[in-house]
């Protein structure tokens, strides 16, 4: 849950977008098909969760795109914090 909250604020201090919560339980894409995140916002995103959670994805992150969702990212950010 805050995690969630720490997601959200960045969101919203960073891009001004309201992102509710129960997005987060569902499969949204954070790209233009869902969220809207065009290539360049996705490298800041990236960026600010890193920075905000202290955390480093790997290459297999990307690779798997385990991180292109809400869902995902929430979970990968939990499996980093371990």
Not at 13 to 30: A, H, P, Q
Not at 64 to 70: M, W
Request: proline letters at 0%; a positive charge.
């Amino acid at each position: 849950m805050e995690n969630i909250k720490k997601i959200q604020s960045i969101f919203q201090k960073k891009f001004r977008l309201n992102v509710d919560e129960e997005y987060f339980s569902k499969d949204i894409s954070l790209s233009a098909s869902g969220i809207g995140f065009n290539a360049i916002e996705m490298l800041y995103l990236i960026h600010y969760i890193e920075t905000e959670f202290n955390v480093k994805f790997t290459a297999e992150h990307f690779r798997s795109g385990k991180i292109r969702t809400l869902t995902g990212l929430c979970a990968a950010i939990q499996e980093l914090q371990k």
